[in-house]
């Protein structure tokens, strides 16, 4: 009696489920990459505010003539607030990518794994029927 192999292949569902990973895992990647520099340079701009502010201040103190910088300064501290708030959404928003990007991979592991121990991506010899 011969041993039958059964091979099972992947449903409709399953490879269009696989095709869509596929396709979302650089535009997350890449999103994830954009994310990051974005944040790096609302940390910058921060910077670059505060050390302005600071200066301000600094010139305002010394000034000789009665030149009122405080509006000035108070745009500055109020761009600085607006700056930590996008900061604080792109994190959370690259907190979120990177949660995404994690399942992405794990799903498409899963799936190349219970394809591989179903056969369906075992190589056949074109000599072996």
């Not at 535009?27 to 940390?43: C, I, T």
């Not at 990177?98 to 010899?125: D, I, W, Y």
């Given at each position: 009696?011969?041993?039958?192999?059964?091979?099972?292949?992947?449903?409709?569902?399953?490879?269009?489920?696989?095709?869509?990973?596929?396709?979302?895992?650089?535009?997350?990647?890449?999103?994830?990459?954009?994310?990051?520099?974005?944040?790096?340079?609302?940390?910058?701009?921060?910077?670059?505010?505060?050390?302005?502010?600071?200066?301000?201040?600094?010139?305002?103190?010394?000034?000789?003539?009665?030149?009122d910088l405080e509006p000035y300064v108070k745009k500055l501290?109020?761009?600085?607030?607006?700056?930590?708030?996008?900061n604080n959404i792109l994190q959370n928003a690259q907190e979120?990518?990177?949660?995404?990007?994690?399942?992405?991979?794990?799903?498409?592991?899963?799936?190349?794994?219970?394809?591989?121990?179903?056969?369906?991506?075992t190589p056949r010899s074109p000599s072996k029927p």
């Amino acid at each position: 009696m011969a041993a039958v192999a059964v091979v099972e292949t992947p449903s409709g569902k399953d490879v269009i489920a696989e095709g869509l990973l596929d396709l979302l895992k650089p535009a997350v990647q890449q999103l994830d990459l954009h994310v990051h520099s974005v944040r790096e340079s609302q940390v910058e701009l921060r910077e670059h505010i505060d050390n302005l502010a600071t200066e301000l201040c600094r010139i305002n103190e010394h000034q000789k003539v009665a030149l009122d910088l405080e509006p000035y300064v108070k745009k500055l501290l109020n761009a600085r607030r607006r700056v930590v708030l996008v900061n604080n959404i792109l994190q959370n928003a690259q907190e979120r990518l990177r949660r995404l990007n994690h399942n992405v991979a794990k799903e498409t592991a899963r799936r190349k794994t219970m394809l591989e121990t179903s056969g369906a991506f075992t190589p056949r010899s074109p000599s072996k029927p």
